[in-house]
């Protein structure tokens, strides 16, 4: 269930890397410096994250069904768990982030 909602997540970042890339062939026509836009590192970072929780969910059963060691399955589901926090903590961000510019005056 968790990892259909971030796959959801990661084709909105994409999705939104299509506009961000014709701001950026703007950019690129005016002359300005290039460098990686948000749409497209916020979607590396979401695919990146997708794919640990679902090595650590795959790992995880494969403990289940004996075919993998109980060091294997700690190490992945600490590993997922800690790709989760840092999904809740860069979330929290954006949040706080976006509360503080709907505050500001206009």
């Known amino acids: 269930m968790m990892i259909d909602a971030l796959s959801s997540l990661r084709s909105l970042a994409l999705g939104g890397t299509e506009a961000a890339g014709a701001t950026q062939a703007t950019r690129a026509a005016s002359g300005a410096a290039e460098g990686p836009d948000f749409a497209s590192v916020l979607a590396e ?3 990146e994250g997708l794919q640990t929780l679902k090595s650590g969910e795959a790992t995880a059963l494969a403990g289940l069904q004996g075919k993998a060691s109980v060091q294997q399955v700690v190490e992945a589901v600490m590993s997922t768990e800690q790709t989760l926090q840092a ?6 961000k954006v949040v706080a982030a976006y509360q503080e510019i709907s505050r500001m005056a206009m």
């Open 45 to 47: 970072v979401a695919a």
């Open 87 to 92: 999904a809740i903590a860069i979330r929290d």
